[in-house]
């Protein structure tokens, strides 16, 4: 391997390498290990995107373990990825080089059927064409994520990064941004709400920022009084451990809004107890095994369980927007691609605060 394709001339395309390190896992639940991908040539439509960061979701461990199922390899996971055009195609007129982009979970849809007219690409009814472990247009290439030093992606679905927003810390905004953003906007979370955020990790520490932003009473429930601290430094007003078992009868009835962010099997009942009437529980956390529901509990106060995918690209932009407006980034710690599995590992102990985002520099 070399690094001679990192050298782009801008003025002449023949030249472009599109040849790029990577890391992959080779099988389901191996460690990733140093790999090179080609990303496609550079289509009129398409930005040529420098790597810079990308963040570690869960999502990436689940899909590498092959929790979900029908995993395919090598996989590069990745889909928080921020970084700076390096080159346009001849059509391009939404970003020049130099921009300060992301790319999140899609890198293109059908845009055809009406989820993906109304900007709702992650409904797609085909299907989105997600950013690794997926396909791209043609049904048969295989898509490869940001664990890796460049990117070739249609303008559609790149978003722009505020110019106040470090390219670092932005990154999980891609995905654990988005991801808590939408259903929080679905479920017009305002002042006078009361929102409890289930798991303080990397989707559930961006809930509290986006709630408290949105003005709404935040509590925080987490497995232990560990996190307290960070829970009200981050706007919650609430934290209760869910060891203890007085939390759910003290709780009872007490929410609008639940955002269930945990990536392990709960019992789902015992939180559904703790909305108020009419109160929604949302799943955004995808834990493989499936829950039991009891009707009783979601009848007596004609409650809501829902889940929520991600948002799509006009939301995306939308919410990266808000975060500029607001100064609203992911708390990370900065690892280099060598530290990648011993990070996942950490990722499943909860031992991470609140997200681990990949220096892609360090691939050279
Ligand atoms: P994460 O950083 O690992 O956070 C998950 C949190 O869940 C942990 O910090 C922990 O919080 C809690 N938790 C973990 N294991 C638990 C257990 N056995 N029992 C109870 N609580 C437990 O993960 P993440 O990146 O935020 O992702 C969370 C989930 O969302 C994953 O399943 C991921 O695949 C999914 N996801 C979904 C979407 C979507 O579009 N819906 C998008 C991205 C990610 P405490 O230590 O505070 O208890
Ligand atoms: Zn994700
Ligand atoms: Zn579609």
Redesign the pocket.
């Known amino acids: 391997m070399n690094d001679a394709y990192i050298s782009l001339s801008v003025t002449d395309a023949v030249h472009i390498n599109t040849r790029t390190k990577a890391y992959a896992a080779m099988a389901a639940g191996e460690p990733l290990r140093p790999f090179e991908i080609e990303r496609r040539p550079l289509g009129v439509n398409d930005v040529l995107i420098r790597i810079k960061y990308c963040g570690i ?3 990436d461990i ?1 899909q590498v373990r092959n929790e979900w199922g029908g995993s395919t390899f090598p996989m590069v996971p990745g889909h928080e990825i921020t970084g700076i055009v390096e080159k346009t195609g001849a059509d391009v007129t939404r970003f020049r080089s130099g921009d300060h982009v992301g790319v999140g ?1 899609m890198i293109d849809s059908c845009r055809e059927c009406n989820p993906c007219l109304d900007g709702y690409e992650q409904y797609c009814e085909r299907g989105p064409n997600f950013t690794y472990n997926s396909f791209e247009k043609d049904g048969k290439t295989p898509t490869y994520g940001g664990y890796s030093g460049t990117i070739v992606v249609d303008q559609e679905y790149v978003v722009r990064i505020p110019p106040s927003l470090p390219l670092d810390a932005a990154a999980p905004l891609l ?2 941004g988005i ?1 808590t953003y939408s259903p929080l906007k679905h479920w017009k979370v305002s002042p006078g709400k009361s929102v409890a955020v289930v ?6 520490h961006m809930a509290v920022r986006f709630a408290q932003a949105m003005g709404a009473r935040v509590t925080v429930l ?3 009084p560990k ?1 307290i601290v960070d829970a009200l430094r981050l706007g919650a007003e609430d934290y209760f451990s ?1 060891a203890d078992p007085a939390t759910f009868q003290k709780l009872v009835r007490r929410f609008d809004l639940i955002i269930n ?4 099997k ?1 019992d789902l009942n015992q939180y559904l107890e703790l909305l108020q009437l009419e109160g929604a529980m949302v799943l ?4 493989p095994e499936a829950p039991e529901i009891n009707a009783a509990t979601l009848i007596r106060q004609r409650r809501t369980l829902s ?4 948002g799509g690209i006009a939301e995306t932009q939308e919410m990266l927007d808000f975060c500029g407006k607001h100064n609203i980034v992911s708390d990370i710690e900065v690892v280099d691609i060598g530290q990648v599995n011993a990070a996942y590992e950490r ?1 499943l102990l ?1 031992d ?1 605060r ?2 681990f985002v990949i220096d892609c520099q360090s691939l050279k």
């Open positions: 979701c869960h999502s689940h979970c995905c654990a991801t798991g303080l990790g990397g989707l559930g987490s497995r232990s996190k869910t962010t945990v990536s392990a709960l955004v956390g995808v834990p889940g929520s995918h991600i990722v909860s991470v609140y997200r």
